[in-house]
């Protein structure tokens, strides 16, 4: 969009109606496909913080709630249906945590993901980034001299995700398996119900 067309979205009184009667609904619901729409659309137009943090607060609970109910029934999340949108948010609620420094908390959270979906891609990039975490790399060093910073061309959903690295993200796993093996007997716990 345009600055122009974002001046008109923000000040057009029928698409802000709309956009309110929008989030007011899929806050009832819990719907979290259209959460993120919401969201989007709030972060796009620049609208008040408030709105936003209670927009993502939203999403964070159902996310949370349908983790949960993964770890529960012991099946695991794909990039299917509204699945990716619950990856979406426990990858970003990580990646959060961790560029505030709370490497614990990130870890926590990148170890539970890790074992709760279904994409080997994506999988295997968490688990680089469980290994940082681990190491207390800060989010901005881990960037710099970890993350290719032209990701690859991928579908729309693995575009949320920062997947490629400056090396064999393969060989390095193999490398660490130890490493591995110990964090997952560290929050194994974590999975238990």
């Known amino acids: 969009m345009t600055e122009a067309e974002l001046m008109q979205a923000r000040t057009n009184p029928e698409f802000l109606g709309f956009l309110e009667e929008k989030e007011k609904n899929a806050i009832e619901n819990k719907n979290i496909a259209e959460l993120y729409e919401v969201l989007d659309s709030l972060l796009i137009l620049d609208l008040e913080e408030e709105r936003i ?40 609620h990580a990646i959060e945590k961790w560029s505030y420094g709370n490497f614990q908390g990130a870890k926590e ?21 469980l290994l940082a975490c681990e190491k207390e790399i800060d989010l901005d060093s881990f960037y710099d001299q970890t993350v290719m910073h032209q990701q690859m061309a991928r579908d729309e959903k693995h575009g949320y995700f920062i997947l490629d690295f400056k090396f064999d993200t393969k060989n390095y796993l193999a490398s660490k398996t130890k490493d591995l093996e110990e964090i997952h007997s560290s929050l194994k716990h974590l999975l238990e119900v």
């Not at 159902?62 to 990856?87: G, P, R």
């Not at 959270?109 to 980034?129: G, M, P, R, W």
């Open 53 to 92: 943090n209670k927009v993502y607060e939203t999403i964070l609970i159902v996310a949370f709630d349908n983790v949960q109910t993964k770890l529960d029934s012991h099946t695991k999340f794909s990039f299917e249906s509204d699945d990716f949108y619950y990856i979406r948010a426990f990858y970003e």
């Open 109 to 129: 959270l990148l170890f539970v993901l890790s074992e709760i979906i279904e994409d080997e891609l994506l999988t295997e990039a968490i688990y680089v980034k």
